[in-house]
């Protein structure tokens, strides 16, 4: 009697355990069926229709690995078998986020890495437990936020502080620092990451990572801006930052107009150089060259705004509306003035000039000026004045790059010492308006120096025979004078 009961009880349990077992596994496909759900690639054939569909389901693809990777990823890294291995490691050498690490430890990644499905709204690292794992970001939008003290609620909220996207890694400053987590990290969106262990990415990719870390937080004591900054903001600016290389002649990442850079600039080695693009229309009257500065294309919309308000006829609104610029290139679209007009050889002041002549037909010029060179030491990138205007590597340039929103946070503004630099950039350099006077300036003086140096020569007549082809051409760049008669 004792037997059976035993029996039966043995038989609800194995029962009880398939039924948990099948549960189990519908919760795990359910949850990674957004990757689940690819199909594995085929090769196309003869059948024009069945293509069609193998292309459709291609283009629902989802993340840099197959379906075939990611369930050997999901196996334990001791029952992958050498082919296997073989193919993760092929796989490894390709990607991006792992590009800062040697091929070696790429390698041997593929025996112990694993694959990590999260859905949106879960919590990856909590701020304050134990490290176990590092992370890198394959597919999708990680949040990172810290808590801090709310002095209204009188509590503790979490405050988002960045994102980390694919390519980028996370996990890794608490092995590093050897510390609890330091911030929670959440998926934003539906995330693939590719999982290493604390003992794994201590014997693999510590040393390479410390090695960079050090180099970094060398560069940022380089600087004297850092020089009152607490260890914590270095650990953080070692985590935001990255250091660039240019080659020579290489346009560094800078907008041509407004300024608008997500990333300040501190020059570690090399020399940058300042180049200004001045748009002109050139037309010729008799023999002369004539050039009109343009306006900047930043300042497209509010003359587009001004010359609406003038059909209106609201000079009041107009004058408090534009900015001196472009209310002198308005009026002179209006009264027929071409704005900061210069004619070569003329004795007069550079000024606007009034068109009495029958137009004639005009030429788009781009000048390109060398305004000056940012050596090493130097900062650019806070947002000063940036209207057609690029930085260019002179030489093999080192940057060390940070963002700017978290540069101008209230703890690392401290005196407000960015916005000082940003203002004592735009006054140092010149502006569009200031290098055009200039130009104009030097190409008057070209001019009355050629018709100097002729009125002499017809004067007194030829002491020798030398011809302007016979001046070496080293010399008649220095004068400006290539391709002149």
């Known amino acids: 009697m004792a037997s059976k009961k035993k029996a039966e009880e043995d038989k609800k349990r194995r029962r009880a355990f398939v039924r948990f077992q ?58 992958r078998t050498a082919e296997q291995r073989a193919k993760l490691a092929d796989i490894f050498r390709r990607l991006e986020c792992l590009s800062r690490f040697p091929m070696e430890a790429r390698e041997q990644l593929a025996t112990c890495a694993g694959y990590r499905y999260y859905n949106a709204g879960r919590t990856v690292l909590r701020e304050g437990n134990h490290p176990v794992s590092v992370y890198f970001v394959l597919n999708g939008e990680i949040t990172v936020s810290r808590l801090q003290w709310d002095p ?73 801006y850092f020089d009152h900054w607490t260890e914590e903001q270095i650990r953080e600016c070692c985590i935001l930052a990255k250091v660039a290389h240019y080659e020579p002649q290489q346009q560094i990442a800078v907008p041509g107009t407004g300024g608008d850079l997500e990333y300040a600039y501190f020059v570690l080695s090399g020399q940058c150089m300042v180049l200004q693009c001045l748009k002109m229309m050139k037309k010729m009257r008799g023999k002369r060259q004539c050039f009109h500065l343009l306006h900047a294309e930043s300042d497209d919309r509010l003359l587009h705004i001004a010359e609406r308000l003038m059909k209106r006829k609201n000079s009041d609104v107009l004058e408090s509306v534009l900015p001196p610029t472009l209310r002198q290139s308005l009026s002179g679209s209006r009264l027929s003035l071409v704005r900061n007009e210069s004619c070569e050889g003329d004795d007069d002041q550079v000024g606007p000039t009034v068109v009495q002549e029958p137009p ?44 700017r929103y978290w540069l101008f946070m209230k703890h690392q503004n401290t005196g407000n010492v960015w916005q000082r630099i940003k203002m004592y950039l735009d006054l ?58």
């Not at 193998?54 to 196996?75: A, E, P, S």
Request: hydrophobic letters at 35%.
């Open 152 to 224: 209204i609620y009188k509590q503790f909220v979490d405050v988002p502080c960045g994102v980390r996207v694919p390519g980028e890694m996370f996990g890794d400053i608490a092995f590093l620092y050897d510390c609890p987590r330091t911030a929670t990290c959440t998926t934003a969106t539906d995330c693939e990451l590719l999982c290493v262990s604390g003992e794994d990415f201590k014997r693999l990719l510590e040393p390479t990572l410390r090695l960079q870390w050090n180099q970094m937080q060398e560069a940022i004591r380089r600087f004297q």
């Open 360 to 403: 004639s037909e005009e030429q788009l010029e781009h000048r390109f000026l060398d305004v000056g060179t940012y050596s090493c030491g130097s900062v650019f990138g806070l947002g000063e004045r940036m209207q057609d205007r690029s930085i260019v590597a002179r030489n093999h340039v080192q940057c060390m790059l940070i963002p």
């Open 428 to 485: 140092a350099i010149p502006s569009r308006e200031q290098l055009f006077k200039k130009f104009l300036d030097d190409i008057n003086w070209m001019a009355y120096r050629k018709k100097g140096v002729n009125e002499i020569i017809q004067r007194r007549g030829r002491q020798n025979h030398t011809r302007l082809v016979d001046v070496p051409i080293v010399c008649r760049v220095e004068q400006s004078d290539v391709g002149q008669r």
């Open 22 to 79: 099948f549960r189990s596994l519908v919760r795990t496909v359910i949850v990674n069926n957004y990757w689940l759900s690819e199909l594995e690639d085929q090769e196309l054939g003869d059948n024009a229709r069945r293509n069609i569909a193998i292309i459709v389901r291609r283009k629902g693809r989802k993340g840099l690995l197959t379906i075939f990777d990611k369930m050997i990823l999901n196996q334990a890294p001791a029952s």
